[in-house]
């Protein structure tokens, strides 16, 4: 049987390209002994990933060529000789960007399927869900009252950074590209505004829909529209440092130029990565399910079909189009 | 009697010039009915007294055109109206440029001259030992066996910082501007080593001097000092900003580019205003007599004569062309 691949044929220079990617049809490994085999069903498409791809390794290694593409996946074992995982048992994992793996079960996860459909533990129940969840409620600090201003609103970890921070009774204003976004953001998920900052001034529109001032800012983005909301913080307001997408394809660093608002307003600004938190990641998981069970947490997926249309559903995440996390089915669920 | 005064003429565009601050001769003023005189002793100039002289307030309201230039001072009450502050006690307070200036007793704090000499409530017992105090112990939080950087490392700030750190059993690397502030950190002050940013390659020199990577880099100085140094912090570091002497006379800000190493290496950036503290004023300064008595913390001044020479003294703040805590005398103690 064939093992469908995706693999980093290139270091991307600025924006991802096709050819940086080798599409291969392998033969399919097999479980050894302390192994299982996985079939792949969903795979998460994240920003860090364009990261990943860059020479030089960050708070992972980097992506070796020649190397799978590292992504999380959901997936089910199929083969097993390791007592933990027998044939049945829905798992997660960095397993990659192909339709089989073997696990010698030290990177894969167990996955309660009972709590919400396979995909979500891809996104709100993932990665992405958790960054939100440890980063806003842990780096963030919220308190009820508060102004919360996110960027990247309509994606995998601004929409549940915006509802937590409705939950935490404070006033969400999230900022999206696009009309559709942000209709999405505030008829949808409930968030008090939405700023749409390719078609709007964010600085005038910032000012009108804040008019407390910015108490957290939770940055997904970076680059300039990090520097324009620098302009629009409280005292004591913290950032939370979560990404830079728009930085992620530049062969230019945006560079920062409102710095020293940091200082004159006490700002308190800090760099998240979620693997600090991996302890405490199966409380974070069922706390958000509950709220999910109660209502209190909605999600959105953007779900394409087919390993082969890798590339073009990855440059979703750059160009914007799709709403909510970004996910490659890989196989039909049986 | 006549009551010299400097005030401010003209927003500084840019760099600082003489014409920007008009020199009077002015009648004295009296003390009346609740106030005291004070006549003036010492003047601290600082950094952030190049921002109080932009339009807009900042932490505190600006300076306003035609208004004494403000500025800490040690005085002596020398005629008095107010039961607190008899005839002849010290004093310091925000009294400006001149020779005389009256108070209610609302902006003056009495000193205690047996603690230190009187200049020293300007440096190590003032605002810019109290900043070194709070922030680098209270934002910086240094364990034993850390490795801390400081900019400004020769200056009022940065001098106290570097002993601060050495008596917290940290490993101490300090910037500054020529050889001879360089041989001073080490041979007078104990550093463990010192880069000249003017004369060395920064980043060659922080990967050299810090061999376990910056823990703590506490920051006078901004710009692209900063930015190189974000590339040498270790995980978790944590970066006080505390100034950005480097951009004060810009009128074009310096873009920070490496700003990504704050989300990868979970850096924590937290600003910081002395004034936050000014409720702990008299711990701090009671700790840090303390340790001067014991000879854990020394201080340099660079004392200028004369109120007329208040520009060209001022400007050594931007030159660079003193050592240590930089003050105007501005008459005689008797």
Known sequence: MN?????????????????????????????????????????????AMRGWMNEGDTYIPAIRLGDVVRAGIVGKVISSQHPDFPVGTY????????????????????INPALAPLSNFLGILGIAGLTAYFAFLGVGKPQAGETVVVSGAAGAVGTVVGQLALLKGCRVVGIAGGPDKCAH????????????????????????????????????????ILDTTLLHVNQKARIVACGAISQYNSTQPYGLKNY???????????????????????????????WMQEGKLKTYEHIDQGIEGFYETFMRLFTGDKLGKLIL??????
């Open 329 to 334: 089915q890989i196989a039909e669920e049986e």
């Open 260 to 290: 020293f608002v940091i200082i004159t307003k006490r700002v308190r600004l800090e760099g998240m990565i979620v693997i600090d938190y991996a302890r405490q990641y199966g409380e974070g998981i069922l706390q958000m399910a509950q």
């Open 3 to 47: 093992n469908f691949q995706v693999k980093l044929a290139a270091r991307p220079k600025g924006m991802v390209q096709k050819s940086d990617f080798s599409f291969e049809r392998n033969p399919r490994p097999e479980a050894g002994p302390g192994q299982v085999l996985v079939k792949i069903l969903y795979a998460s498409l994240d920003p």
């Open 91 to 110: 798992i997660t994992g960095p397993l990659g960007i192909q339709e089989y793996a073997v696990s010698d079960g030290r990177n894969i996860t167990k």
């Open 185 to 224: 953001l505030v008829q949808n998920l409930g968030f008090d505004a939405a700023i749409d900052y390719k078609n709007e001034d964010l600085s005038a529109r910032l000012k009108e829909t804040c008019p407390q001032g910015v108490d957290i800012y939770f940055d997904n983005v970076g680059g300039e």
